[in-house]
């Protein structure tokens, strides 16, 4: 099924068939070349919009260096307790 109003931009969210979003893990390939890219463009923090394609592909759609955290509630993560975790390790 292909969310007409979703297939090209979220921000025009489709609230009758809703798309699923997920927490994904990504190759660690690809995290050592966003590692490397992020390194090149001088950022030590940022949050990195991708598109998975049908074919397994990754597309690269923004990087934001102030970060975003908007969509972690909708993926079912608990960042807030994430970020607890890491600093009293």
């Known amino acids: 099924m292909i969310w007409v109003n979703t297939s090209l931009d979220m921000r025009k969210y489709d609230y009758i068939n809703p798309n699923?979003?997920?927490?994904?893990?990504?190759p660690e390939v690809l995290i050592n070349k966003l590692e490397q890219f992020m390194n090149y463009l001088g950022l030590t923090t940022a949050s990195i919009d991708l598109v998975e394609t049908i074919d397994g592909k990754y597309i690269l759609?923004?990087?934001?260096?102030?970060?975003?955290?908007?969509?972690?509630?909708?993926?079912?993560?608990?960042?807030?307790?994430m970020i607890y975790d890491y600093l009293i390790k």
Do not use: K, W
């Open 20 to 26: 699923r979003l997920t927490a994904v893990q990504i």
């Open 61 to 81: 759609l923004d990087i934001n260096p102030y970060g975003m955290v908007g969509h972690f509630d909708e993926c079912d993560i608990d960042l807030s307790n």
